[in-house]
């Protein structure tokens, strides 16, 4: 049955401008059309005139001039055989159009144009033969100077564009072609040294692509608004750019959320420390810092360095996904790296930096990000980046390309911290600290940024 069914091809639309193929049904197809041509239109014939190159406005007057003709065309009797018109119009503020017959060789030498008007009431159909014209738009000269005198100052440049426009009218191809380089290559911005000799004519027309300019531009973004919008899109926490101290940048409360700072549990850290007893973490970073921050007594801070792990165990959790883009880890996974951490915690962590179960570039940066800025907050903003190179398997540039991100700078290691660590010159060089400081130095993007 469906190989009897044939798809009827769909009828092409026709557009506004487009004339249809098909011919008008009249009513009466059998009525007769008298055609009758009317050889002498009177002193006053139709015209068909073509605007090349120009955008004539919908309403413009042409005053009409005409002369008699130095030789008959076409050997006719009619007022177009014996007469030449010219039509011209300075109505509007810098053009001046003018329409001209121009004369035609070859093939097309003998070639007419008829106008032709149809009564559907009588069914006579008149036929007048038409001037075909081309409307072409110059520059308008601007006006002479005055002397101290009173008296109009020749203006070479004047002289100039008239040769101009008597060259582009019935000069060669080859002298159109360089009336129009030299005219290109003279176009200078205005209050240049040519503007006042050389470009004289070409100051309206620079004005007027000047105002048409402005006009749509002015709704633009500038080079500060694009800036701002990508800086808005970046993947990392918003910084605070009106802080008055580093710590006031990213604040903790920013960072993890009062809700996740009231839930994250930290007694068995504290007891642990307490009871001298070894605390063991898979993370290097945390393993290193988590008896210092449990010995100064201030809880917030310890339940950063809490969220921090559970933030590192999941993108060390993380799996490839195809497309590159990464597969979200079950709890379950999550949870027996960090033991005696709540489903609850896990799943805002989840729907925080993952909303999807497939974590694009644009989230894994995210995250990323903010590992890097709870690790600020944690070592008083001066990272050394060397530990978490070692927990999320980066090198340095990979690693201090985050911390830019974030508007630190990154500096080696002093003389003195290289001596206070025992390190040396050698082992040194790993080290990178990377410093949140006021000012900000945020790296200046050169291509849009990825979106979500």
């Known amino acids: 049955m469906a190989g009897d069914k044939r798809e009827r091809k769909r009828k092409r639309e026709i557009e506004e401008n487009e004339r249809p193929n098909k011919k008008v049904a009249f009513e009466n197809r059998e ?8 050889q002498d239109g009177g002193a006053w014939t139709p015209v068909i005139a073509s605007t090349p190159g120009i955008n004539l406005p919908a309403v413009t007057i042409f005053k009409p001039y005409a002369k008699p003709r130095s030789s008959h065309r076409g050997g006719g009797t009619g007022p177009i055989a014996k007469s030449e018109l010219l039509l011209h119009s300075s109505a509007h503020e810098r053009l001046d159009y003018t329409g001209r017959e121009e004369e035609t060789n070859g093939e097309d030498g003998l070639l007419k144009h008829y106008v032709g008007v149809f009564d559907p009431k009588t069914g006579k159909l008149q036929v007048v033969q038409a001037r075909k014209m081309v409307i ?10 005055e002397t101290a005198n009173g008296e109009e100052k020749e203006d070479p440049s004047n002289y100039t564009s008239a040769r101009s426009i008597l060259g582009e009218t019935f000069g060669t191809k080859k002298s159109k072609k360089a009336i129009r380089s030299r005219t290109e290559n003279a176009i200078t911005p205005s209050g240049g040294p040519a503007s006042s000799s050389q470009n004289g004519p070409l100051e309206p027309l620079a004005s007027a692509v000047i105002q048409s300019m402005v006009a749509t531009t002015s709704t633009m973004a500038s080079r500060e608004d694009l800036q701002a919008i990508a800086d808005e899109n970046k993947p990392r926490p918003k910084p605070n750019l009106a ?6 940048v990213y604040s903790i409360e920013d960072l993890v959320g009062i809700d996740m700072l009231r839930m994250l549990p930290v007694k068995e850290w504290q007891d642990a420390v307490a009871a001298q007893q070894d605390i063991v973490t898979s993370s290097q970073y945390i393993s290193k810092r988590i008896v210092k921050v449990a010995k100064s007594g201030i809880v917030k801070r310890l339940k950063t360095l809490r969220y921090l792990l559970i933030l590192i165990e999941w993108y060390k959790s993380l799996r490839s996904g195809g497309h590159g883009n990464k597969r979200v880890p079950k709890l379950e996974e999550v949870k027996q790296k960090v033991p005696n951490t709540s489903d609850i915690i896990l799943e805002k962590t989840r729907k925080r930096f993952s909303p999807e179960a497939h974590m694009n570039k644009w989230f894994v940066d995210n995250c990323l990000t903010h590992i890097c800025a709870l690790a600020l907050t944690v070592d008083d903003f001066a990272v050394d980046v060397l530990d978490l190179m ?11 390309a985050y911390f830019k991100e974030l508007g630190c700078r990154i500096v080696a290691l002093s003389e003195t911290e290289r001596t206070k660590l025992k390190l040396t010159k050698v082992e040194a060089v790993r080290h990178k600290i990377a410093k949140l400081r006021l000012p900000l130095e945020f790296p200046k993007d050169s291509r849009p940024m990825r979106r979500k």
């Open 390 to 400: 070692a927990d999320l398997y980066f090198d340095t540039k990979a690693m201090t």
């Open 243 to 248: 802080a008055d101290t580093p710590a006031e």
């Open 136 to 145: 072409r738009g110059t520059l308008k000269v601007s006006k002479k100077p």
């Open 31 to 38: 009525r007769s059309i008298e055609v009758s041509i009317r």
